[in-house]
């Protein structure tokens, strides 16, 4: 047997590893698995190559809970090591870095996750355990070694009797760790951190129908029937899928094998994706996955961290930010990308340069398939607009390449249920929606019900009328309008319609100019001056007598500012303010004129401006209790 100390000049290693390396003390059992996983991927490569005595064979990883003992093992039947290998990889090159971590990291080690850094996944075992054993029997003839530590430098070395290739580690619980005694506390940790490793993971024995065995059937002499219970057998339980979806070339797959690996990973979402992207590159970086577009919500922050990150099929994290473009967080699936570290911040990640080329990829990625569905199914398409323009819409807003991309599938739909491109709704309008001084004016509607007379007007001179209802529409707009040539958006109910898209012909107004000053100064004294700005305009005289509108580029700001962004907070502070458009020509507003009592004139003016007030939704609590008295009195 040999004692000794383990390389390492500051006495109290263990104890600062059990406070710095992690806040989250679960992630050891993700350590060592991983530890075992390599020891058999090792020895698989050997085998492959002739350069190991030993057969691969058919080797798991085994979990086991001695919850008397207030132990835990995990047995591999990896490459394992000799006493000299145990001497050199656990006892000196573990803690090599150890003083260097020490200066470098010890105020901000959490944050920093330096275990894989140093190499000092095993000594996470630390952790939970107050004494740890290795057992251990190399692929080589040489004896097993039995390695021990109780959390010191000190440490104990001997021969041991093991037989069988391949390392278990012993954890001796700590009394603050007992939590890891739990069989449901375990499973938990495997299924989150190892669900997808590349070796059979066994935890526990589960029984099931022999699949050889065929139940009888016997009468008796009554001509009674019965029939033997189903024969079981008892079976290794193998928690995990070594052989993942994302880990296969997409020829090897189907549509269902796509959907069933949706199941797998989201087992309580109970709606099928609407298509997936598989992703599969090995140059200039090495990266797999497969990303899910599901059904959109507006509300962009219930759609994030869905997206499961893994490094050699192991588990790392569900927040993507700095790997994945923003835009795309609202996916679902798997990225696995042995080129992103597994201990690191997220502001080394946001710095990396390979992590940067892999967001640059996925972006590209996403949209050629975007296009490619676009192209080869156009009607099927349309009907998805609805549940994923939210994120083409938010990538054109926050990815330029993104946005460049766009122009071949981005869709505008019409309140008629009607698509366009951007290039085919430009042809479409132009020759009708040009203004008088050259610039074309787009309209859209962000509600069909609240705007649908403003709607219905717009209709009645052969426009086209977009529905776009994203709460990120106008910094999108305002991105279009500063990306294309001469072009505007106008919300249809942004002002009158012959003022959203004016031509050279203009409206004669019956008033004479005395009349329409006498009318400005009567609709004044009574309409509130602070919530309304007046606006005398000549229209169709079948044209509704009074039209509430809110100016574009003030309600946009608002919007704007609602939602992050665009504009100042002067906009969002501002009280609500409308233009009152009315119509010179109609017979109404002629009536109200020439009304001579001024009772009937205030009553006229206070009728037509509410009805205007409940076309827009604005007319609510006690001033829609008057205007409905106010109604049923005229009826009589």
Known sequence: MTKGSINVSVENIFPLIKKFLYSD?????RELISNATDATLKLKHLASIGESKSDYGNPIIEVKIDKDGKKLHIIDQGLGMTAEEVEKYINQVAFSGAEEF????KDSAKDSGIIGHFGLGFYSAFMVAEKVEIITKSHTDAPAAHWTCDGSPEFTLEASDKTERGSEIILHIAEDSTEFLDESRIRELLMKYNKFMPIPIKFGTKDINDPEFEPKTTKDKDGKETTEPHKQITVDNIINNPNPAWTKQPTELEGDDYKNFYRELYPMQFEEPLFNIHLNVDYPFNLTGILYFPKMTNDMNLQKDKIQLYQNQVYVTDNVEGIVPEFLTMLRGVIDSPDIPLNVSRSYLQADGAVKKISSYITRKVADKLKSLFNSNREDFEKKWDDIKIVIEYGMLSEEKFFEKADAFALYPTVDGKFYTYDELFNKTKANQTDKDGKLVL??????????????AAKAKGYEVLM??????PHLIQKLESSKENITFARVDGDHINNLIKKDETAISKLSEEEKTTLDTLLKDIIPQEK?????????????????????????MKEMQQTGGGGMNMFG??????????????????E????KTKKKQERL??????LARLSQGLLKGEELTNFIKRSYELLK
């Open 25 to 29: 003390h679960e992630i050891f059992l």
């Open 102 to 105: 020490l200066d470098k990291y």
């Open 443 to 456: 309209l859209y509607a962000s509600n069909k019900d609240t705007q649908h007379s403003y709607i219905e």
């Open 468 to 473: 776009l209802d994203t709460p990120i529409v």
């Open 532 to 556: 309304f700005s007046v606006q005398l305009e000549a229209s169709d005289s079948d044209a509704s007598p009074f039209i509430i509108t809110q100016p574009e580029f003030m309600r946009r």
């Open 573 to 590: 502070n501002m009280p609500e303010m409308y233009n009152l458009v009315v119509n010179t020509n109609s017979e109404l507003v002629g």
């Open 592 to 595: 109200i004129l020439n009304t």
């Open 605 to 610: 003016i206070t009728q037509s401006l509410d």
